[in-house]
């Protein structure tokens, strides 16, 4: 056989025993079969068998600030009631340890698969742990887990949901007393305490829990996010198959947005989410029949939540009648400057407003405007919630948009839906649009565009080693541009470069096997509409130039590029 054939796998004791173990510990019958017959395969020699069972032996899933994530399987490295349970007793000691035993704790979940089941189990181990427990009665969005915790006093919430991940995935999220996802060193010492945690069959658990409805309340809340005289605003909306159409429809309504046109092959929750190949409102081709729909219906703005409505994208039609959906730095701004609009002027301490170091620095030109203050944080809204007393707005370009932080101390797309709805229909009154606005800010505090480009690498070492390099030798000019270095270890494993007009952060993703790298090029204010057209056929010109230096520099790096 040449030497470059590649071998089959082969079972090896320590994983065939590893196996039969998780099987002996596993509390669901259905997950025991499925990993027996994938072992049973393994020992028979099927090679893809072997492969499978070493994936999904792998783990464990790390319990990191956003949770867990992870496919629905059986196995060590997969979402399923057996690692559900040990996480939850790992929490449970977490919140012991922090002087929060019997507290209240808020379960809720979105409609993946495995979700109720999965809600369940965590719901009754920290019943047996004394915990008084309020589980959510249906699937919902993420916010309003979000929003229970603090309208109840809860000391934590669990959601069961992945978010826009795809569909074979679930995942658990943590909010602590504050209402907002927790931050280091908590995920530290919950995963210490779910590694010291027993096996899942040894993990008590009792009935007991309760109801708690506040979909009532929040809809009221977040109603009334909607300041505006204004109501005349036809509205087409998604909810990707997820779980937020419902509540966003009462909570227009409520607000006085009566004229809403929703995506019907999108709207009732769907596990296996058939008509998008990514439920990501960011993904190509994931808001085409929005878009159709509010073309068709003659809408003033598209809104498409992601499937537990924590984030929400704005579509809006083009001068010449094309429809386009906004960058998640485009709805930033016009959100931050509509919020800060309506704070009033008389109060005890200017209003903060805040985003990431890898969103458009626009906000803070617009924040100096209104006499506010501005913050970036690292990435994640865990961070943008605890971004400094007098948060009023914050978002990240990833869509995550917070416009009421004492509502929700967090992202939610359904109450950034209210206010955007108000802003349009604001405009509508005025014989202005959105793009009429974003026009505006530019002319006023000049032209930033954003740009991405991920360097798919699937060797974690490798992908380490090129941040290594690129730390010890950083570019001194990029598109022709000087840039001095800034390091954020040890708070953050993100490299920033900075010159006249050029911002580049390089960050290693959390969550995929990437290195994202984050562009911004900005012009100054142009100071007349006439000159505004030159000054982003300069900024783009810059950007193009910009990406193209890094694409170079980074050819052969990785196994692909993607925008």
Same mark, same amino acid.
């Given at each position: 056989?040449?030497?470059?054939?590649?071998?089959?796998?082969?079972?090896?004791?320590?994983?065939?025993?590893?196996?039969?173990?998780?099987?002996?510990?596993?509390?669901?019958?259905?997950?025991?079969?499925?990993?027996?017959?994938?072992?049973?395969?393994?020992?028979?020699?099927?090679?893809?068998?072997?492969?499978?069972?070493?994936?999904?032996?792998?783990?464990?899933?790390?319990?990191?600030?956003?949770?867990?994530?992870?496919?629905?399987?059986?196995?060590?490295?997969?979402?399923?009631?057996?690692?559900?349970?040990?996480?939850?007793?790992?929490?449970?000691?977490?919140?012991?340890?922090?002087? $929060?035993? =019997? *507290?209240?704790? /808020?379960?809720?979940? #979105?409609? !993946?698969?495995?979700?109720?089941?999965? +809600?369940?189990? @965590? &719901?009754?181990?920290?019943?047996?742990?004394?915990?008084?427990?309020?589980?959510?009665?249906?699937?919902?969005?993420?916010?309003?887990?979000?929003?229970?915790?603090?309208?109840?006093?809860?000391?934590?919430?669990?959601?069961?949901?992945?978010?826009?991940?795809?569909?074979?995935?679930?995942?658990?999220?943590?909010?602590? $007393?504050? =209402? *907002?996802?927790? /931050?280091?060193?908590? #995920?530290? !010492?919950?995963?210490?305490?779910?590694? +010291?945690?027993? @096996? &899942?069959?040894?993990?008590?658990?009792?009935?007991?829990?309760?109801?708690?409805?506040?979909?009532?309340?929040?809809?009221?809340?977040?109603?009334?996010?909607?300041?505006?005289?204004?109501?005349?605003?036809?509205?087409?909306?998604?909810?990707?198959?997820?779980?937020?159409?419902?509540?966003?429809?009462?909570?227009?309504?409520?607000? =006085?947005?009566?004229?809403?046109?929703?995506?019907?092959?999108?709207?009732?929750?769907?596990?296996?989410?058939?008509?998008? &190949?990514?439920?990501?409102?960011?993904?190509?081709?994931?808001?085409?029949?929005?878009?159709?729909?509010?073309?068709?219906?003659?809408?003033?703005?598209?809104?498409?939540?992601?499937?537990?409505?924590?984030?929400?994208?704005?579509?809006?039609?083009?001068?010449?009648?094309?429809?386009?959906?906004?960058?998640?730095?485009?709805?930033?701004?016009?959100?931050?400057?509509?919020?800060?609009?309506?704070?009033?002027?008389?109060?005890?301490?200017?209003?903060?407003? &805040?985003?990431?170091?890898?969103?458009?620095?626009?906000?803070?030109?617009?924040?100096?405007?209104?006499?506010?203050?501005?913050?970036?944080?690292?990435?994640?809204?865990?961070?943008?919630?605890?971004?400094?007393?007098?948060?009023?707005?914050?978002?990240?370009?990833?869509?995550?948009?917070?416009?009421?932080?004492?509502?929700?101390?967090?992202?939610?797309?359904?109450?950034?839906?209210?206010?955007?709805?108000?802003?349009?229909?604001?405009?509508?009154?005025?014989?202005?649009?959105?793009?009429?606005?974003?026009?505006?800010?530019?002319?006023?505090?000049?032209?930033?565009?954003?740009?991405?480009?991920?360097?798919?690498?699937?060797?974690?070492?490798?992908?380490?080693?090129?941040?290594?390099?690129?730390?010890?030798?950083?570019?001194?000019?990029?598109?022709?541009?000087?840039?001095?270095?800034?390091?954020?270890?040890?708070?953050?494993?993100?490299?920033?470069?900075?010159?006249?007009?050029?911002?580049?952060?390089?960050?290693?993703?959390?969550?995929?096997?990437?290195?994202?790298?984050?562009?911004?090029?900005?012009?100054?204010?142009?100071?007349?509409?006439?000159?505004?057209?030159?000054?982003?056929?300069?900024?783009?010109?810059?950007?193009?130039?910009?990406?193209?230096?890094?694409?170079?520099?980074?050819?052969?790096?990785?196994?692909?590029?993607?925008?």
């Amino acid at each position: 056989m040449p030497e470059s054939a590649e071998q089959p796998a082969r079972l090896t004791s320590d994983l065939r025993d590893a196996a039969y173990r998780w099987i002996a510990d596993d509390p669901e019958a259905g997950t025991r079969d499925e990993l027996q017959d994938v072992l049973a395969r393994a020992m028979g020699g099927e090679s893809a068998a072997v492969a499978d069972l070493e994936d999904r032996m792998s783990g464990p899933l790390s319990f990191g600030t956003a949770g867990l994530r992870g496919p629905v399987r059986a196995g060590a490295n997969g979402m399923n009631t057996a690692v559900v349970v040990r996480t939850t007793a790992g929490v449970a000691q977490w919140l012991t340890d922090s002087g $929060h035993a =019997g *507290a209240l704790v /808020v379960v809720g979940r #979105d409609a !993946r698969h495995g979700s109720d089941r999965f +809600a369940v189990a @965590a &719901a009754e181990v920290l019943t047996a742990a004394g915990f008084a427990v309020s589980m959510l009665p249906a699937p919902l969005p993420t916010p309003l887990l979000a929003f229970a915790v603090g309208h109840l006093g809860a000391a934590a919430g669990i959601q069961i949901t992945a978010s826009h991940n795809p569909p074979a995935d679930n995942g658990y999220k943590l909010y602590d $007393h504050t =209402g *907002a996802q927790i /931050v280091p060193p908590a #995920d530290r !010492r919950i995963e210490a305490a779910i590694e +010291a945690a027993p @096996a &899942a069959t040894a993990v008590p658990r009792a009935q007991g829990a309760t109801t708690v409805d506040v979909l009532d309340a929040y809809v009221r809340a977040a109603s009334a996010l909607a300041t505006g005289s204004a109501r005349d605003v036809r509205v087409a909306a998604t909810a990707l198959h997820g779980v937020g159409a419902d509540v966003l429809e009462a909570t227009l309504r409520q607000a =006085g947005f009566t004229d809403i046109h929703l995506v019907e092959a999108q709207r009732a929750p769907d596990a296996d989410f058939p008509t998008v &190949a990514f439920p990501n409102p960011e993904e190509p081709g994931a808001t085409d029949l929005l878009l159709e729909l509010a073309d068709e219906v003659g809408a003033d703005v598209a809104i498409a939540l992601d499937p537990d409505a924590d984030r929400c994208a704005l579509g809006v039609p083009g001068r010449d009648g094309t429809w386009r959906m906004l960058r998640g730095d485009d709805t930033g701004v016009l959100l931050g400057e509509h919020v800060l609009s309506a704070v009033p002027g008389e109060t005890p301490e200017s209003p903060l407003v &805040a985003t990431t170091i890898v969103s458009s620095s626009m906000l803070e030109s617009i924040a100096a405007a209104h006499g506010a203050r501005y913050a970036e944080t690292l990435t994640g809204f865990k961070w943008l919630a605890r971004a400094g007393d007098g948060l009023v707005f914050a978002y990240e370009e990833a869509l995550g948009v917070c416009v009421a932080p004492e509502l929700v101390h967090d992202k939610d797309g359904i109450s950034a839906a209210v206010v955007a709805c108000d802003l349009v229909a604001t405009l509508k009154a005025q014989g202005r649009t959105p793009l009429d606005v974003l026009d505006e800010l530019a002319v006023r505090h000049g032209v930033y565009l954003t740009d991405q480009v991920s360097l798919r690498i699937t060797d974690l070492a490798a992908r380490a080693e090129l941040m290594a390099g690129l730390r010890a030798d950083p570019p001194s000019t990029l598109a022709g541009v000087e840039v001095a270095a800034e390091d954020l270890l040890p708070d953050a494993d993100v490299l920033r470069l900075r010159g006249d007009g050029v911002r580049v952060v390089f960050r290693p993703s959390g969550t995929e096997p990437k290195l994202k790298t984050y562009l911004e090029v900005t012009e100054p204010p142009p100071g007349e509409a006439g000159r505004l057209a030159e000054a982003r056929e300069r900024a783009g010109e810059r950007l193009a130039a910009l990406r193209a230096d890094l694409e170079r520099r980074f050819a052969g790096a990785g196994a692909g590029q993607a925008p």
